[in-house]
């Protein structure tokens, strides 16, 4: 395929493979943020490639894992509602709850619909107005311009039967306090392409200065991610610490303006809860107070729902980076992706999932 | 199709039981009581895990004897020196129709395919259906017309039937089922658990082709593509891959769940691990860029007409040439083989060469696809 076989070229990658080991004097700390760039190292082996030239660290990018469980829980409290119609993502459905969770709902008889848009779920508010019908709407600052759009279009047909129960988290907050953490071992980071498609890149210029640590925003196929790991190799060598684009065939400097306006107008940000991490100031997204009644928060009262998350689980320090999946004593023996125990275990962009699923054969249980 | 799922618990017996051997008794356990509450979820028919716990949990504490234990893609049972294969699958594939095939022939090619699996040569099958009050005549006359034109086709005739119909809301249209009757060849025996170190492992041709074909045409899902679905009776290329060569441990047709599923239950029930190579794998060109677009990966996507042999090492290029030499396995290929390292494993060589889990699928998003 076009645009993609070039990028999982076998011969370009381990030439950057052996570039970036012949280059690396000490083992550098490199974290990819997104899941979806998660998924590609572990998928294709990228680690096994590097060998001991860098360490790479896992970011707490997959929206799916980070959602609140109280969250969870409320969307399972809308979908038990007999007049509500719940709309997810399917990724969604499998999250564990306190209790239970939605595909188990599901077959209870709970209503709930899986799309791939939110587009979809408007067509479903028009075609069933006897229904609420709720969209789940989750996701990092990729999602948000849809979701904004979808608000912006059921104003627009004039739809009172149908609300978004958000759960937006935005990632340069994240990046920030995982940077002011005491703990943090994090030399340079591979910024998320997607993300920067449609926000740009000036939030992540503000970091760098403030807090003198490369960060190169990164594609998502295995020549993308070890471009950019040589790259921030290579800055670290020379002891630089600049903000550098390799994915140039996405991302522009400025974003996607009309996809930031689309946001800016129905969202505004204020601290949100991270599933594993707990709050983290300014992180997240919720519907302006003039679109209030979109907001299925406010307009079904879920505020009394609230959730304490298991204790064993040591998600925090691994989405931070702190620890890797295979440093759990309950990974892959208490906590499986069929019965996840936390966060990262849950959705198959999750770093524990990730682990699980194409690295098993490498660990010893 | 009965779903041959996680067989760790399963004796290996070599060579089939005959039906009139006694129940062994002592055996019998009570069933696990599922947690109350637990209730059943569209997981439980994905051919991967939660199937493989309907078996272990249900099913065989209930109804297990030497046969049904097995849990092969048909049973085999002895009658006066006669080896019969039996099976039955139902199908409720949502829409009805799709590229390359609809519900009636999707229910001969796949009953005749589980037999076939068997190395049995299709004799019979049955048909019984299951209609929503409410369905246009025409699409019940469409449907089975073109489970007569599969069935001729095959030279398998449809000798008996049944008919119900429900309420509206109580089924989607209408379900099939299917059972089939086969005789068995003489002197061969295919199983799961015969997979060795060494083996070669093969598979018939381009995978993925069904559930894309099925996805392209799913309500939200519309996308162009110009792939169809691979639905085949493959009893003929068997017959030819088995004249070709006794070397055969095992055959497979990779339906729900797709490759990855049927060769970890096949490397759980032998007990080895399997290492494939990423290259070697014929997927197509459009299959591949649907997957990409969805975020599926074709290892787990089904198929209605491929096969997958374990071939002792030797005989590989005689089971090769025997299979592209068949129209329905000119696309065949050798993807990996058997290996004593990493047990009830399947290990997958990337394009990077390095390595890789290829997992059985835990969760299903996109039921009901056969």
Same mark, same amino acid.
Request: one cysteine or more; charged letters at 20%.
């Given at each position: 395929m076009k645009y993609l076989d070039e990028y999982r070229d076998a011969r370009i990658a381990r030439a950057l493979a052996a570039e970036i080991r012949r280059r690396s004097s000490r083992r550098w700390v490199l974290m990819e943020i997104c899941g979806g760039q998660t998924h590609t190292l572990m998928r294709y082996g990228i680690d096994e490639l590097l060998g001991d030239s860098v360490e790479l660290v896992h970011g707490p990018g997959c929206p799916v894992c980070v959602t609140p469980l109280e969250l969870i829980d409320r969307a399972i409290h809308l979908a038990r509602r007999a007049d509500v119609t719940l709309v997810s993502y399917g990724d969604m459905l499998r999250v564990p709850g306190s209790e239970t969770d939605l595909f188990h709902v599901k077959a209870e008889g709970g209503d709930i619909r899986i799309v791939y848009s939110p587009t979809d779920a408007v067509n479903l508010a028009r075609t069933l107005p006897n229904r609420k019908v709720v969209f789940f709407a989750i996701g990092f600052e990729t999602t948000a311009p849809a979701h904004a759009m979808a608000v912006l279009q059921a104003e627009r047909l004039g739809l009172t039967n149908f609300s978004l129960l958000v759960s937006h988290v935005l990632v340069p907050p994240a990046i920030r306090s995982l940077l002011a953490s005491p703990k943090n071992r994090v030399q340079g980071f591979i910024a998320p392409g997607h993300v920067c498609t449609v926000v740009g890149c000036r939030d992540y210029e503000d970091l760098v200065r403030e807090f003198r640590v490369p960060i190169v925003v990164g594609g998502f196929e295995p020549v993308d991610l070890l471009e950019a790991i040589r790259m921030l190799v290579i800055q670290l060598e020379e002891g630089r610490a600049e903000l550098e684009n390799q994915y140039v065939r996405s991302v522009q400097y400025e974003g996607n303006r009309p996809a930031q306006a689309a946001v800016a107008r129905v969202f505004e940000s204020a601290d949100r809860k991270w599933r594993g991490i707990g709050s983290i100031p300014e992180s997240g997204l919720y519907l302006k107070p003039e679109y209030a009644s979109f907001d299925a928060e406010r307009t079904f009262d879920l505020a009394d729902i609230c959730a304490q998350e298991p204790a064993e689980c040591i998600s925090a320090e691994v989405l931070l980076g702190h620890k890797k999946p295979t440093d759990c004593t309950a990974f892959g023996t208490r906590c499986t992706p069929d019965k996840p125990l936390g966060a990262p275990m849950v959705s198959s962009e999750g770093a524990c999932a990730a682990y699980y699923q194409y690295k098993r054969h490498l660990v010893t249980l | 199709m009965p779903r041959t799922t996680n067989t760790n618990a399963i004796s290996s017996h070599s060579k089939p039981v005959s039906n009139d051997e006694p129940k062994d008794l002592t055996a019998f356990s009570c069933p696990v009581p599922l947690p109350a509450g637990e209730r059943i979820l569209l997981g439980h028919g994905s051919g991967g895990k939660l199937s493989a716990d309907l078996l272990q949990q249900v099913f065989l504490p209930a109804l297990g004897n030497p046969v049904l234990d097995r849990l092969e893609d048909q049973a085999t049972v002895s009658l006066n020196g006669v080896r019969l294969a039996v099976t039955t699958d139902s199908f409720v594939v949502? *829409? !009805?129709?799709f590229r390359g095939g609809d519900i009636g022939s999707l229910a001969v090619h796949g009953t005749i395919n589980d037999l076939a699996m068997g190395a049995a040569q299709p004799l019979w099958l049955s048909a019984a259906f299951i209609l929503e009050e409410g369905l246009p005549l025409e699409t019940l006359q469409r449907i089975v017309a073109s489970m007569h034109q599969a069935a001729a086709g095959a030279g398998v005739p449809i000798i008996t039937g049944d008919t119900k119909v429900v309420e509206k809301g109580s089924a989607d249209g209408l379900f099939i089922n299917t059972t089939g009757i086969g005789r068995v060849r003489d002197g061969v025996y295919l199983s799961s658990s015969q997979a060795r170190p060494g083996d070669v492992i093969l598979v018939s041709g381009f995978l993925g082709d069904h559930g894309i074909a099925i996805l392209a045409e799913r309500e939200g899902l519309q996308f162009e593509t110009q792939v169809t679905s691979d639905?085949? *009776? !493959?009893h003929a290329l068997v017959a030819q891959l088995l004249d070709a060569t006794q070397e055969i441990r095992c055959l497979r047709d990779?339906?729900?769940?797709?490759l990855s599923s049927t060769l970890n239950e096949i490397a759980a029930a032998s007990g080895v691990g399997m290492e494939l190579e990423e290259t070697a794998i014929p997927v197509r060109e459009d299959v591949r860029g649907a997957c990409e677009m969805l975020g599926l990966d074709p290892l787990y996507v089904a198929n209605e007409g491929k096969l997958v042999a374990i071939v002792a090492a030797p005989a590989a290029h005689q089971a090769l040439s025997a299979l592209q030499h068949h129209p329905l396995g000119?696309?065949?290929?050798?993807?990996g083989r058997v290996t004593a390292d990493h047990p009830c494993m399947v290990v997958l060589r990337t394009l990077l060469g390095t390595t890789r889990i290829v997992d059985m699928l835990v969760g299903d998003q996109l039921p009901r696809i056969c």
């Amino acid at each position: 395929m076009k645009y993609l076989d070039e990028y999982r070229d076998a011969r370009i990658a381990r030439a950057l493979a052996a570039e970036i080991r012949r280059r690396s004097s000490r083992r550098w700390v490199l974290m990819e943020i997104c899941g979806g760039q998660t998924h590609t190292l572990m998928r294709y082996g990228i680690d096994e490639l590097l060998g001991d030239s860098v360490e790479l660290v896992h970011g707490p990018g997959c929206p799916v894992c980070v959602t609140p469980l109280e969250l969870i829980d409320r969307a399972i409290h809308l979908a038990r509602r007999a007049d509500v119609t719940l709309v997810s993502y399917g990724d969604m459905l499998r999250v564990p709850g306190s209790e239970t969770d939605l595909f188990h709902v599901k077959a209870e008889g709970g209503d709930i619909r899986i799309v791939y848009s939110p587009t979809d779920a408007v067509n479903l508010a028009r075609t069933l107005p006897n229904r609420k019908v709720v969209f789940f709407a989750i996701g990092f600052e990729t999602t948000a311009p849809a979701h904004a759009m979808a608000v912006l279009q059921a104003e627009r047909l004039g739809l009172t039967n149908f609300s978004l129960l958000v759960s937006h988290v935005l990632v340069p907050p994240a990046i920030r306090s995982l940077l002011a953490s005491p703990k943090n071992r994090v030399q340079g980071f591979i910024a998320p392409g997607h993300v920067c498609t449609v926000v740009g890149c000036r939030d992540y210029e503000d970091l760098v200065r403030e807090f003198r640590v490369p960060i190169v925003v990164g594609g998502f196929e295995p020549v993308d991610l070890l471009e950019a790991i040589r790259m921030l190799v290579i800055q670290l060598e020379e002891g630089r610490a600049e903000l550098e684009n390799q994915y140039v065939r996405s991302v522009q400097y400025e974003g996607n303006r009309p996809a930031q306006a689309a946001v800016a107008r129905v969202f505004e940000s204020a601290d949100r809860k991270w599933r594993g991490i707990g709050s983290i100031p300014e992180s997240g997204l919720y519907l302006k107070p003039e679109y209030a009644s979109f907001d299925a928060e406010r307009t079904f009262d879920l505020a009394d729902i609230c959730a304490q998350e298991p204790a064993e689980c040591i998600s925090a320090e691994v989405l931070l980076g702190h620890k890797k999946p295979t440093d759990c004593t309950a990974f892959g023996t208490r906590c499986t992706p069929d019965k996840p125990l936390g966060a990262p275990m849950v959705s198959s962009e999750g770093a524990c999932a990730a682990y699980y699923q194409y690295k098993r054969h490498l660990v010893t249980l | 199709m009965p779903r041959t799922t996680n067989t760790n618990a399963i004796s290996s017996h070599s060579k089939p039981v005959s039906n009139d051997e006694p129940k062994d008794l002592t055996a019998f356990s009570c069933p696990v009581p599922l947690p109350a509450g637990e209730r059943i979820l569209l997981g439980h028919g994905s051919g991967g895990k939660l199937s493989a716990d309907l078996l272990q949990q249900v099913f065989l504490p209930a109804l297990g004897n030497p046969v049904l234990d097995r849990l092969e893609d048909q049973a085999t049972v002895s009658l006066n020196g006669v080896r019969l294969a039996v099976t039955t699958d139902s199908f409720v594939v949502k *829409p !009805l129709f799709f590229r390359g095939g609809d519900i009636g022939s999707l229910a001969v090619h796949g009953t005749i395919n589980d037999l076939a699996m068997g190395a049995a040569q299709p004799l019979w099958l049955s048909a019984a259906f299951i209609l929503e009050e409410g369905l246009p005549l025409e699409t019940l006359q469409r449907i089975v017309a073109s489970m007569h034109q599969a069935a001729a086709g095959a030279g398998v005739p449809i000798i008996t039937g049944d008919t119900k119909v429900v309420e509206k809301g109580s089924a989607d249209g209408l379900f099939i089922n299917t059972t089939g009757i086969g005789r068995v060849r003489d002197g061969v025996y295919l199983s799961s658990s015969q997979a060795r170190p060494g083996d070669v492992i093969l598979v018939s041709g381009f995978l993925g082709d069904h559930g894309i074909a099925i996805l392209a045409e799913r309500e939200g899902l519309q996308f162009e593509t110009q792939v169809t679905s691979d639905s085949a *009776p !493959l009893h003929a290329l068997v017959a030819q891959l088995l004249d070709a060569t006794q070397e055969i441990r095992c055959l497979r047709d990779p339906t729900r769940g797709g490759l990855s599923s049927t060769l970890n239950e096949i490397a759980a029930a032998s007990g080895v691990g399997m290492e494939l190579e990423e290259t070697a794998i014929p997927v197509r060109e459009d299959v591949r860029g649907a997957c990409e677009m969805l975020g599926l990966d074709p290892l787990y996507v089904a198929n209605e007409g491929k096969l997958v042999a374990i071939v002792a090492a030797p005989a590989a290029h005689q089971a090769l040439s025997a299979l592209q030499h068949h129209p329905l396995g000119q696309h065949a290929a050798i993807i990996g083989r058997v290996t004593a390292d990493h047990p009830c494993m399947v290990v997958l060589r990337t394009l990077l060469g390095t390595t890789r889990i290829v997992d059985m699928l835990v969760g299903d998003q996109l039921p009901r696809i056969c």
